[in-house]
């Protein structure tokens, strides 16, 4: 999966904007887009990009349990943006919204099915 391929922010708007229905991953978009929006990095353009500088952050596979334990080392007052916007990337492991987290499976792999969903 190359990143480039990932959902690009046009399209998280697109969809946001023309889909009327009411599905999971309607509401995982919202939740990336949320995600992305709040990211504190300026030079972040795309979500991709704030999937490989999470990559750098937390140096190990971007899976549930590696992401809140990164998110429990931030500092409220220094990284409120950041723990906002991985408050957001979280809530996308419960994909079903059934309250059961996916812990194994990779952010990435998140976005890649979010991304064919909308793509085909």
């Known amino acids: ?8 922010f046009a399209e998280l708007i697109n969809v946001l904007e023309n889909d009327s229905t009411d ?13 992305f929006t709040d ?8 979500p991709s990009e704030m999937v490989c500088e999470l990559k ?7 899976t549930f ?6 998110l429990k080392r ?9 723990i906002e916007s991985l408050k957001s990337l979280l809530e996308l ?3 079903e919204q059934n309250k059961t987290v996916d812990k194994d499976i990779e ?7 979010i991304t064919k969903h909308y793509r085909k």
């Open 1 to 8: 999966m190359h990143r480039d391929k990932l959902i690009t």
């Open 23 to 35: 599905n999971n991953y309607k509401s995982a978009v919202d939740n990336l887009l949320e995600a």
């Open 93 to 95: 492991f419960d994909f």
């Open 56 to 62: 750098l952050q937390v140096k190990e596979k971007l």
């Open 74 to 82: 931030l500092e409220p007052d220094k990284d409120f943006w950041e």
């Open 107 to 113: 952010l990435e792999i998140i976005i890649d099915r």
């Open 65 to 70: 349990d590696n992401l809140d334990k990164y």
């Open 39 to 46: 990211w504190p990095t300026q030079d972040i353009e795309e």
